[in-house]
């Protein structure tokens, strides 16, 4: 399974930022995908659970969205989307998609967003 992240970047409070993941049809096809991050001073695997891309397109989000995030599927591109609008400081992290429940092995890279106050 491989998974790539992109789309993150430096932002204002109040902007938006989208990511994206990107995968195999494979995989697209036959696993739920999910964003997960990872603040500032956490580290190894203390990655908190953003929002899964759920295949009956009903995502789930974790409390801190707020009805400010919104997971998408495309599966013409095999991509899951994280649309962030109202970005507060405390997004502050690295953005990760990964299977869920996670997989420790199939960590990327991960998206750097940065908000600004």
């Known amino acids: 399974v491989q998974l790539a992240e992109s789309g993150g970047g430096l932002v204002q409070a109040g902007g938006s930022l989208r990511l994206s993941c990107t995968t195999s049809?494979?995989?697209?096809?036959?696993?739920?995908l999910a964003w997960y991050r990872q603040a500032p001073g956490y580290s190894g695997d203390e990655r908190e659970f953003?929002?899964?891309?759920?295949?009956?397109?009903?995502?789930t989000y974790a409390e801190f969205v707020k009805g400010r995030f919104t997971v998408t599927r495309d599966s013409a591109a095999n991509a899951v989307y994280l649309q962030m609008d109202e970005l507060e400081p405390e997004d502050t992290a690295v953005y990760y998609c990964?299977?869920?429940?996670?997989?420790?092995?199939?960590w990327g890279q991960g998206t750097q967003v940065i908000v600004s106050s």
């Open positions: 990964n299977l869920f429940p996670a997989i420790s092995e199939y």
């Open positions: 049809q494979n995989t697209f096809s036959s696993f739920i």
């Open positions: 953003v929002a899964t891309a759920a295949m009956d397109n009903y995502p």
